[in-house]
């Protein structure tokens, strides 16, 4: 077929980008086989293995097999690979912070978006790592403010649970006065407002600082800097 006439044209390590790029299509089309087919050509048949090889393999085709793993049933076994490879590349210094951050926020989205728990650094702190090393990752960004957000509902959910028999107005100052609260809420504000310092201000950041707004007690600075980036009048 025509992958098979590129080929022989032109091997995919030599023509990484196209190769990748052709990956990312027949996974979202739903042809595992065909991305499977491609990333054994530039990886071998033990995606782990080759991941683990020394030197590291560039991060893109990594980020490319690990991402296939994980969206074939093989969760555990990617959340490993990559955090093994980003502590190697980061030792490695072969490639720059900015790549080294994706590999970051790659799997603090994943622990983000499953139960499982994988025993190596909580979201938070890999997201951290990956603002640290590229402060204009705003993916990155748009997931710290996302976590954050998430832990903000969940400690809201936990106080109301523990409020039975209070008057509605008791109720608002117990949650204005609860420190692990507001500390999340003031990380998520900071998270979406960092998006649109990386100039990547999107709707759903919007309706994300609406959210917070609305839902929770927001300082003055807080406040202000809300309404500037959405335009909203007093």
Avoid at 52 to 64: D, E, H, R, T, Y
Avoid at 194 to 208: N, Y
Wanted: overall charge neutral; aromatic content about 8%; some cysteine.
């Amino acid at each position: 077929g025509t992958l098979s006439n590129h080929s022989i044209v032109l091997p995919p390590e030599d023509d990484l980008d196209t190769s990748l790029r052709f990956v990312a299509m027949c996974t979202k089309s739903g042809r595992p086989v065909l991305a499977r087919y491609v990333l054994r050509q530039l990886l071998g048949s033990d995606f782990a293995q080759a991941i683990g090889s020394s030197p590291p393999k560039k991060s893109a085709l990594v980020l490319a097999a690990v991402s296939f793993m994980y969206g074939t049933g093989h969760q555990g076994k990617a959340a490993e690979c990559l955090s093994e490879y980003t502590t190697r590349l980061t030792e490695s210094k072969l490639e720059s912070n900015e790549q080294i951050s994706r590999c970051h926020a790659k799997f603090a989205e994943w622990h983000n978006s499953s139960d499982a728990n994988y025993h190596f650094l909580p979201p938070d702190r890999r997201l951290e790592r990956a603002t640290e090393l590229d402060p204009k990752n705003h993916s990155a960004w748009r997931m710290w403010a996302t976590v954050h957000k998430n832990m903000a509902s969940r400690r809201d959910k936990f106080l109301s649970m523990h409020r039975g028999g209070k008057k509605k107005d008791d109720d608002k100052d117990a949650v204005r006065d609860d420190a692990e609260l507001n500390a999340y809420v003031e990380q998520a504000i900071h998270g979406f407002l960092q998006c649109a310092e990386a100039q990547h201000f999107l709707l759903q950041d919007i309706l994300g600082l609406l959210s917070l707004w609305f839902t929770f007690s927001v300082g003055e600075a807080q406040e202000t800097a809300i309404k500037e980036r959405v335009h909203v009048d007093a």
